[in-house]
């Protein structure tokens, strides 16, 4: 029997292309790359910085359905159609990551759709489990 398990936002995007928003497998999250959306209402802005707090919202919830946080990331990956457009998020990344401090890479390459401004992926590891192993205990 397999410890993975599948986490949605609810995003119409998980469902129409078959992915989930993140997977916990082991002592492992991956959370999968995330836009700038707002999924309660399907809008995004048109700023940059605030897609990338949309985004990193939207990573923070998954992660807390997992049982983790911002803090155990150990690895972010940032897409940018514009890379002019990087240093806005800046930020917004340095508040969300001030304790993780994970190893982060930056790239640029177009998105799905031309209103996408930023995609955030990140991948995230329990620091310490109970002993059943089945949840982290903080």
């Not at 690895?75 to 990344?93: A, G, S």
């Not at 209103?115 to 991948?123: F, G, R, S």
């Not at 059943?132 to 205990?137: K, N, Q």
Request: hydrophobic share 40%; glycine share 6%.
């Amino acid at each position: 029997m397999s410890d993975r398990r599948h986490i949605s936002t609810g995003s119409p995007f998980e469902a129409r292309i078959g992915y989930s928003r993140a997977v916990i497998d082991g002592d492992w999250i991956f959370v999968a790359g995330t836009t700038g959306y707002d999924y309660a209402t399907m809008t995004i802005p048109d700023e940059v910085n605030m897609q990338c707090r949309n985004a990193l919202a939207t990573i923070s919830a998954a992660l807390a359905e997992a049982g983790a946080s911002m803090d155990d990331v150990v690895r972010v990956r940032y897409i940018l159609p514009d890379p002019q457009d990087w240093p806005k998020c800046w930020p917004e990344t340095s508040k969300a990551f001030e304790n993780a401090r994970p190893a982060a890479t930056m790239f640029v390459a177009g998105l799905q759709e031309p209103e996408m401004k930023i995609e955030i992926e990140v991948t995230a590891r329990f620091r310490e489990r109970d002993q059943g192993g089945d949840a982290p205990s903080k």
